[in-house]
T-cell receptor, first 111, second 114 residues
Framework: QQQVKQSPQSLIVQKGGIPIINCAYENTAFDYFPWYQQFPGKGPALLIAIRPDVSEKKEGRFTISFNKSAKQFSLHIMDSQPGDSATYFCAASKGAQKLVFGQGTRLTINP | DAEITQSPRHKITETGRQVTLACHQTWNHNNMFWYRQDLGHGLRLIHYSYGVQDTNKGEVSDGYSVSRSNTEDLPLTLESAASSQTSVYFC?????????????FGPGTRLTVL
């Protein structure tokens, strides 16, 4: 059962644009929402994470927006660069339980 | 520097053979995880361990087994490989407590079952 749905599956943006990747979850008990970034041939790496007590978190050019009532959260990348081209995964967890990952979004930033 | 390694990086095997994928971490993390990555499915959890002698089934555990005899290693065994197990396999580890969800991933093993 897929508890975290991610969209779009792929996304192409011009350099400097703001790609937005969306995730929706079902389990209202989830309390930790991370995003992982994966470059080709590498394992995923934690990029940024948020807890439901805040609506937004920024780290450099990366921002998570969180909408608790809609059970949705999204990743925005400001001033995107070709080096941001990667696959992005959202995830969610409850307490100390295991992470549930979304399906992934392959992002391409064209020069 | 601490790291997490996987071996082999690439493996081709035949249907019905037993295969073991190795995962070794030097972070001294208690928690270790095995995932498989398939297009359209993201990362799906196969097995996980919260410490020595502890193992638990994940979302897609059928046909796989793990054992945890020390902190550093969590080998994944495919008892009788099937073509449906062709995938990229990732091992991950994390600390306990408040950092339990900050998982560090290995480089992956690409397994092909013919």
């Amino acid at each position: 059962q897929q508890q975290v749905k991610q969209s779009p599956q792929s996304l192409i943006v011009q350099k400097g644009g703001i790609p937005i990747i969306n995730c929706a979850y079902e389990n209202t008990a989830f309390d930790y929402f991370p995003w992982y970034q994966q470059f080709p041939g590498k394992g995923p790496a934690l990029l940024i994470a948020i807890r439901p007590d805040v609506s937004e978190k920024k780290e450099g050019r990366f921002t998570i927006s969180f909408n608790k009532s809609a059970k949705q959260f999204s990743l925005h990348i400001m001033d995107s660069q070709p080096g941001d081209s990667a696959t992005y995964f959202c995830a969610a967890s409850k307490g100390a339980q295991k992470l549930v990952f979304g399906q992934g979004t392959r992002l391409t930033i064209n020069p | 520097d601490a790291e997490i390694t996987q071996s082999p990086r690439h493996k081709i095997t035949e249907t019905g053979r037993q295969v073991t994928l190795a995962c070794h971490q030097t972070w001294n993390h208690n928690n270790m995880f095995w995932y498989r990555q398939d297009l359209g499915h993201g990362l799906r959890l196969i097995h996980y361990s919260y410490g020595v002698q502890d193992t638990n089934k994940g979302e897609v555990s059928d046909g796989y087994s793990v054992s945890r005899s020390n902190t550093e290693d969590l080998p994944l065994t495919l008892e009788s490989a099937a073509s449906s197990q062709t995938s990229v396999y990732f091992c991950a580890s994390s600390e306990g407590g408040t950092r339990i969800h900050e998982q560090f991933f290995g480089p992956g093993t690409r397994l092909t079952v013919l």
